[in-house]
């Protein structure tokens, strides 16, 4: 039986995308996730916010380099961003992944 993939949905420039992962690029700013019962720090990338950069992966085909307009997400809204760079990251039949690189502005 095939693994189930989850995705979560995100606006950019009025389309919705089904977003795999995404890696913020900030790592110098960590938040501290630690919770009373846990016995390590943990820590998370920081939020996305004003001129931090992340790497999107998508299930299907992403945003085009170029592209600039409003993005949203789950919690994150106000944001506008332009993506600096994408590709095809895995093509067979018409099982597509994609990957962008998008700047975040205010």
């Known amino acids: 039986m095939p693994a189930a993939l989850s995705s979560t949905g995100i606006t950019f420039s009025g389309s919705t995308y089904a977003c ?4 913020v690029r900030d790592s110098a700013e960590q938040l501290d996730v630690t919770t009373l019962t846990d016995t ?3 820590y998370q990338n920081s939020p996305l916010k004003n001129g931090s950069e992340a ?4 299930m299907g085909y992403g945003p085009r380099a170029g592209a600039t307009g409003a993005f ?3 919690g ?5 961003a332009t993506v600096t760079s994408s590709s095809v ?3 067979v039949n018409n099982i597509i992944r994609s990957q962008a690189t998008v700047q975040f502005s205010r």
């Open 20 to 23: 795999a992962s995404v890696t």
């Open 89 to 91: 990251t895995f093509a």
């Open 76 to 80: 994150v809204s106000g944001l506008g």
């Open 72 to 74: 949203s997400a789950p």
């Open 55 to 58: 790497t999107l992966e998508f």
């Open 40 to 42: 390590q720090k943990q």
